[in-house]
């Protein structure tokens, strides 16, 4: 007689087993995606299946009632205690008697798809690198010399084929009172990490409570982190603080320069930046209503100034070329590592860096938006006081960082601001009558709605870009980014500024103008940006790119139809700018969600090439051309200038 046929769905994943083998064995041996934290115990729940009974023609298979084997005692236990859905077995005790088709709901498998809520639509599989496994440990005898912990160890090898345990001081401390807390019944949290498994955490019993893992991005403005749930991948919480090292300087330069003229200032700023992660963790953690402890892994992005002194290492390579890092690769630590709070042997993983100005977070953006995979010939642009730009297709991918200084924050501007409430975020101006309307950060109204009655306190990145584009459309700047000629001084907007000229863009309490200098400053950020996109260029051998991606929280918030009337970015139909959203922290938690992307970003990382601006003769001349608005290089015939 022929061993029973046994189809997974919806993997469609199918073969022979023995008479008799557990659906779990069955899934195994199949190795289909079915999901046991107790070992087949019964205790679980995970291993929950869904049996069909009929007949099935697109399968090619009829289902006998009795395919599987009758509800046992373990399955009636767990329906009394905790209820199991209509027609649902558990997979390690139903056992399989004649062809079957097994459906494996989402809940069971183990490497689900998590939707992910940013621009780009694909989702993350789960696949974390911290799994639970519920074991039955030997008790000590006096026959047996051996330890606790070589006892546990012998368990999770026999039970769940895990050897090589790397454990910690922390753990071993709590052992023994946890092993007895669990009459020899404990629940361990495994980390693994290629090629390597550590005991991430213990429990007594089979442990049920919160299992978290956040994704940290580390910027020199913000520190930004999610919290995620390691068994399903819901997000549990999303917060974000300045980072403390602002005191030390706005700018990382002005950070680097810190640390090279202050004896003991790289260690400030480390102490300030952990301290800040630290603040995050528990911020987080009380806002998902779970204890610190119960994070087991965390990664992190970040540039690389931030990436050495968050780690302790002295940044001063980092600030004269030829900007050599400490170290480029992934980091595989501990969080207790940078005193985070998490769970003591907790997981961090700090993704690689791609070079000395282009950090773990452009290498997230690039986990994020795989321009490695694009089939259209992609520009990834991320702004911040250093632009990390990214040209990728097919498999080849360009990257370089290009010095765009902070203007793009708001800073170097004379009404400038972070993005905040009451910062001019979006403008218009009307070319005819060359009023301008604007909106502020807070308010949904325009600034001409007789209800608006917003605080305006300055403007912020994307309100000077926009400004100055609607500017240049309605005639009120030329070209070469100047105020001046009778027809611009004409206008009651434009006003006498020492030599120069300003534009009058709020006349209410504080005034708010732009001046002739804050045009030079964004012409001077803005063709830096174009400079080393232009090169990316060069390199590709391309004059025209197919697809603009502005990733960061500036990018998500700049209009791209100003983009391109300033000349920030190379020249494209509008409709193909698009906004990444948090790409850096989108891939950070990629990286934390599925074990296998770290791998992945690591090779990509490697393969990726790396173009120095400073020594190439090329972005000086794509500076100068760029300097013009829209630019001296591109043709725009799509934009409305
Ligand atoms: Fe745990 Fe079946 S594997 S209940």
């Known amino acids: 007689m022929t061993d029973p046929l046994v189809i997974f769905t919806p993997s469609g994943k199918r073969g022979r087993v023995a008479p008799g083998t557990t659906v779990l064995d069955a899934a195994r041996q199949l190795g289909v995606d079915l999901d046991s934290v107790c070992g087949g115990r019964g205790i679980c729940s995970k291993c929950q299946i869904q049996p069909g009974t009929g007949a099935f023609p ?169 919290l995620c749930d390691l068994r399903t991948g819901a997000i549990l919480a999303s917060s974000g603080l300045m980072n403390p090292q602002i005191r030390f300087g706005e700018d990382l330069m002005s950070r680097v320069s810190y640390a090279m003229m202050t004896e003991g200032g790289a260690g400030e700023m480390t102490a300030a930046v952990r301290d800040g992660l630290a603040d995050l963790v528990r911020a987080l953690a009380d806002e998902a209503q779970i204890p610190a402890e119960a994070i087991l892994d965390v990664t992190l992005v970040c540039n690389p100034v931030m990436h050495h002194l968050a780690l302790g290492l002295d940044p001063y390579e980092l600030g004269q070329a030829p900007f050599a890092l400490a170290t480029a690769d992934a980091l595989d630590l501990k969080a207790g590592d940078l005193g985070l709070p998490t769970a003591p042997f907790a997981g961090l993983y700090i993704l690689p860096c791609i070079a000395g100005h282009v950090g773990a977070d452009a290498a997230a953006v690039a986990l994020s938006e795989e321009p490695d995979r694009a089939e259209a010939l992609t520009l990834i642009v991320d702004v911040g006081t250093n632009a990390e730009i990214m040209l990728g297709q097919k498999g080849r991918v360009l990257a370089c960082s290009s010095p765009t200084g902070p203007a793009f924050e708001g800073a170097q501007i004379s009404a400038g601001q972070r993005a905040a409430p009451g910062a001019i975020e979006r403008v218009e101006i009307d070319p005819a009558t060359r009023t301008p309307r604007f ?203």
């Not at 005898?141 to 012998?154: C, I, N, T, V, Y």
């Not at 870009?465 to 009651?492: W, Y």
């Not at 090779?603 to 173009?611: P, Q, Y």
């Open 439 to 641: 909106k502020v950060i807070g308010s949904d109204l325009w600034s001409d709605d007789p209800a608006f009655d917003s605080p305006v306190t300055g403007i912020c990145g994307s309100g000077i870009i926009e400004v100055i584009a609607e500017m240049r459309r309605a005639g009120l700047v030329d070209a070469t980014g100047l105020i001046g000629s009778p027809e611009q001084t004409a206008s009651t907007r434009i006003l006498p500024d020492g030599r120069t000229y300003a534009f009058l863009l709020h006349d209410g309490e504080p005034q708010i103008t732009v001046t002739n200098a804050d045009i030079r400053a964004i012409q001077m950020a803005k063709a830096a940006l174009y400079a080393g996109a232009r090169l990316l260029m060069d390199k590709f051998g391309t004059d025209a790119v197919d697809r603009i991606v502005l990733a960061g929280a500036f990018g998500a918030h700049i209009s791209p139809d100003h983009a391109l009337i300033l000349g920030m970015i190379p020249d494209a139909d509008p409709v193909n700018v698009t906004s990444a959203g948090n790409a850096a922290g989108t891939g950070a938690r990629i990286a934390l969600l599925d074990k296998t992307a770290r791998p992945r970003i690591e090779t990509l990382v490697r393969k990726i090439e790396k173009i120095e601006t400073a020594i190439e003769p090329r972005f000086q001349e794509h500076f100068v051309a760029a300097s013009a608005i829209p630019n001296g290089a591109d043709p725009f015939p799509l934009t409305r200038a």
């Open 58 to 226: 697109k399968h090619g298979i009829t289902v006998a009632e009795d395919a599987l084997s009758a509800f046992n005692a373990v399955e009636q236990r767990y329906d009394d205690k905790r209820g199991l859905k209509p027609g649902r077995r558990l997979g390690c005790q139903a056992r399989i008697q004649s062809d079957v088709l097994l459906d494996v709901p989402p809940e069971s498998q183990l490497h689900k798809q998590v939707v992910r809520k940013a621009a780009t639509h694909r989702d993350i599989r789960l696949d974390p690198a911290i799994r639970l496994a519920y074991v039955e440990v030997a008790q000590p005898d006096m026959h047996d010399p051996s330890g606790d912990l070589e006892r546990l160890k012998a368990a999770l090898a026999a039970q769940w084929e895990i050897d090589n345990l790397q454990t910690d001081l922390a753990i071993l401390k709590n052992l023994q009172t946890t092993l007895r807390k669990g009459d020899w019944k404990v629940t361990a949290a495994i980390h693994h990490t290629s090629g390597a498994s550590r005991l991430a955490a213990l429990w007594p019993g089979y442990y049920e409570g919160p299992v978290a893992g956040l994704a940290i991005d580390l910027g020199s403005t913000t520190i930004a982190g999610h």
